[in-house]
């Protein structure tokens, strides 16, 4: 999906992936597809072989966070793309904040409890101070009583809603949770002054 952002006369062209590979990016693909896209955005889940791919044909840089499936990124890590796990990448003057994982219900790696959450998102007070604040959070979970659902793997976290409402970005976006999931999901919402894209 894609979503533009106009500043005076700039305007940025955004690819957001994540969960399901896109048949017309993969086996149906012709480079004229990304020509406009400034930037790719992703949320995790996503195979790291398909990203490397959309890499090399795209003109600005892929910037992923990790999924809750995504512990083969420790082995096989998404080849010229750009991992903002507990940072805020600049681009063009866009500042994006990387928080990936999911709320823990099992064993995975990038799984983790509020607290842990909690825990890395204050560690990035001095980037957050220094940038002040971001337009863009970009994670793999949603945030709780937002978009998210009710069972312990697709749970939301507390600390995303005060980043929420504290910094107030210009756009929040997550994956995780699938449309057919049920549960009057969208895939656009708004919280605030914040336009939330699932």
């Known amino acids: 999906r894609r979503a533009s952002r106009s500043e005076g006369r700039k305007r940025m062209n955004i690819l957001v992936i994540a969960d399901e590979e896109a048949p017309s990016l993969c086996d149906y693909f012709r480079p004229e597809k990304l020509k ?3 930037l790719i955005l ?3 889940d996503l195979n790291p072989k398909y990203i490397s791919f959309l ?7 892929v ?5 809750n499936h995504d512990d083969r990124y420790e082995k096989t890590p998404p080849e010229g ?3 903002i796990e507990d940072k805020i990448y600049e681009y063009k003057g866009i500042r994006i904040m990387g928080l990936g994982g999911s709320y823990r219900y099992s064993s995975g790696i990038n799984q983790y409890t509020e607290r842990k959450m909690r825990n890395r998102m204050f560690k990035m ?3 957050l101070w220094w940038k002040k604040g971001f337009d863009i959070l970009l994670t793999h979970a949603a945030a709780y ?8 793997a697709h749970m939301g976290f507390e600390c995303f809603v005060k980043l929420l409402d504290i910094y107030r970005p210009k756009y929040y976006i997550h994956g995780h949770i699938h449309l057919n999931y049920g549960g009057g999901h969208t895939r656009r919402q708004q919280y605030g002054e914040t336009e939330i894209i699932n």
Do not use: E, R
């Open 36 to 38: 406009d896209v400034d």
């Open 42 to 44: 992703s949320c995790g």
């Open 55 to 61: 890499a090399t044909f795209c003109k600005g840089p």
């Open 63 to 67: 910037l992923y966070v990790h999924g």
């Open 81 to 83: 793309c750009i991992c």
């Open 125 to 127: 007070w001095f980037p």
């Open 145 to 152: 009583g937002v978009d998210d659902a009710n069972d312990w």
